[in-house]
């Protein structure tokens, strides 16, 4: 699924703006056909998260209605029309001028109808849209009234299943397009092997035609390489070599126009397309990630698309913004936790020289009770998963893809207290070591997704990113072992030196069985900015420091960690929990509107050099 643009084939228009909204907590709005007209309407901006503008819509995850009108005047011979949409969370309905288009599940990544036989040109069209972010078992992520089984054994409201907040509604950008109707479908750009003097690379594209030729066009600084080939059953593969290429990296992101130009059978140009790629390769040695066949040992954040006002819509200055401040911080990479970004932030990164670990929305996973939710669930998973992968393949900036987040063993603890028994007890359960020697429920779940991660991209790493307690069985599944650790936060609490004792145990014993390098995809501490404490304890600024540093110096003793991750980037908005002090998770080394704490101050200092 190409990315709209414009050109002297297609065109694209923004609907982004003011709509219509209305609330539908009878769910009656089909029935009484609000798709022709809300009856009580108030107006919202698209993009952006109901929840973060209406007081009434806060905790409102039911059904809503966005509505609107738009011109459309397009020159339609030998034309296909579409509409697209970046994002609707979670499930949408979608109506254009009193006609069902049909439904969609699943937010942050895009969809598209043909809208070419109902659509009116050089006419008024009317768009409805109706959305909602239930929260039930059978969903990805999941939710609903067993609350946060992978947390602290409380209660959150509403009852996510993960730690940020469910927010609703049109997030990204919903577009009208116009494509030839003998058009280029897809386009997937492989960089097969790769050095300073050569590199050897491979455009595949996909047509919706039998019968013609494709001509690519590889172009940096005036320099380019041209191929022809002709169309085999619609698919066709171009491998050429590139003669001392400049490679993409953080030090120097070259980006290469590829532009693809689609001959009938008659040999008239009939369509065209552009993409910005980098000629690069990634790998994971015994050391840890290799750019190019370097060691590039990564430094950043997970993050959030989290921000006042829009919540999870897209907010270009906040992404600008946010990419200043990771580059002036130091970071070299980040995570798109726990769902698909916004291309706009692939863009950015590609052109940046940011790396990016591709993260699906399966945050959260659990695998015990109704096995019928579990496999709707698992088949979701795996879609969302080859979605993700087909959307952000010719990216350079990322790097890896990640199938999922903190899944759970069944009965993993009932709460974090149930760690503090012994320090037997915690090394017990941080290296997964258990009496029971059968294969743990979840096992294949993870592996199906590692291997279709692989099946669909064999360019880069795939991994998994496992919590405190995760079985060995899970540790071993992706290219590289990646965990989330808090000791010293909610393990060990206000204990810094035992927590970093216990820590290089567990990463010690971990190192020795798998064999692999380790990633540390989060750890930190809740931090409320202007609290300030000496001695240092927990939530002032102090504490944080102390505790990044400790992990931080930790770290680089050990020359199988590949990279460090710290959570998080920024303050964001979660659901209400005794945990979360106002309704946020607070371990951003910047406040939510990215003011720095100490710990920014200290990282800049440290990574910056």
Request: aromatic share 12%.
């Amino acid at each position: 699924m190409l990315r709209p643009i414009n050109n002297k084939f297609r065109s694209c228009h923004s609907l982004a703006g003011l709509w219509d909204f209305q609330m539908d907590p009878d769910r009656c709005g089909e029935k009484n056909r609000w798709f022709k007209v809300l009856p009580n309407p108030r107006s919202i901006p698209v993009p952006s998260s109901w929840n973060e503008l209406f007081d009434d819509a806060r905790d409102y995850l039911d059904e809503s209605w966005y509505l609107k009108k738009f011109f459309f005047n397009a020159h339609l011979e030998n034309k296909t029309s579409y509409l697209r949409f970046d994002s609707a969370n979670y499930f949408s309905c979608i109506w254009l001028n009193g006609v069902g288009l049909g439904e969609h599940e699943g937010g942050h990544l895009p969809f598209e109808y043909d809208v070419s036989d109902k659509i009116l040109n050089t006419q008024e069209n009317v768009l409805a849209v109706s959305v909602e972010n239930r929260l039930f078992p059978s969903r990805v992520p999941p939710g609903g009234a067993d609350g946060w089984k992978a947390g602290a054994g409380t209660s959150m409201y509403p009852d996510a299943n993960y730690d940020f907040f469910p927010y609703c509604g049109l997030h990204r950008d919903v577009f009208v397009c116009t494509k030839p109707v003998q058009c280029i479908e897809d386009i997937k750009f492989e960089t097969l092997a790769a050095s300073v003097d050569s590199a050897s690379v491979c455009v595949r594209v996909v047509t919706n035609i039998k019968e013609g030729q494709i001509a690519v066009r590889l172009t940096i600084g005036g320099e380019q390489t041209e191929v022809l080939r002709t169309i085999t059953d619609h698919i066709t593969e171009i491998a050429f070599d590139v003669s001392k290429p400049q490679l993409w990296s953080p030090e120097d992101p070259a980006l290469y126009d590829l532009n693809v130009e689609l001959f009938d059978s008659s040999s008239a140009v009939v369509d065209e397309y552009l993409l910005y790629v980098g000629i690069r390769t990634v790998s994971v040695t015994k050391t840890g990630v290799s750019l190019n066949g370097k060691d590039m040992p990564l430094k950043g954040f997970g993050k959030h698309e989290d921000s006042d006002f829009f919540g999870r819509g897209l907010n270009l200055p906040v992404l600008v913004k946010d990419h200043e401040l990771m580059k002036w911080v130091g970071a070299n990479s980040f995570r798109t936790s726990h769902y698909p970004y916004a291309e706009e932030w692939l863009d950015l990164a590609d052109r940046d020289g940011l790396l990016v670990i591709s993260e699906t929305p399966n945050v959260g996973l659990y695998f015990d009770g109704d096995e019928a939710e579990l496999g709707s669930r698992q088949k979701l998973s795996e879609r969302f998963l080859a979605e993700l992968i087909d959307r952000d393949k010719n990216h350079p900036s990322v790097i890896a893809w990640s199938v999922a987040n903190e899944p759970s063993p069944p009965a993993i603890y009932s709460s974090f207290a149930e760690l503090e028994k012994t320090e037997e007890n915690q090394l017990r359960k941080a290296v997964g070591k258990s009496e029971v020697t059968t294969v743990v429920p979840g096992t294949q779940q993870l592996k199906d997704l590692i291997d279709v991660g692989r099946s669909y991209d064999a360019t880069r790493p795939v991994i998994v990113v496992n919590l405190l307690g995760a079985p060995d069985q899970w540790l071993d599944l992706g290219d590289m072992v990646c965990i989330t650790r808090y000791w010293g936060w909610y393990v060990k609490s206000g204990r810094l030196d035992e927590a970093a004792e216990l820590l290089e145990k567990e990463l010690e014993t971990i190192h020795k069985k798998t064999g692999k390098p380790i990633f540390l995809a989060e750890f930190g501490a809740d931090t409320l900015a202007g609290c300030h404490a000496v001695p240092s304890e927990m939530f002032s600024e102090e504490y944080q420091v102390e505790l990044l540093k400790i992990y931080l110096d930790l770290f680089e003793k050990k020359d199988y960690i590949c990279g460090v991750h710290i959570w998080n980037f920024a303050d964001f908005k979660t659901s209400q929990a005794v945990l979360r002090v106002g309704g946020m998770n607070l371990k951003g080394v910047f406040t939510r509107d990215r003011k720095p704490k100490m710990a920014a101050k200290f990282l800049h200092d440290r990574w910056s050099k």
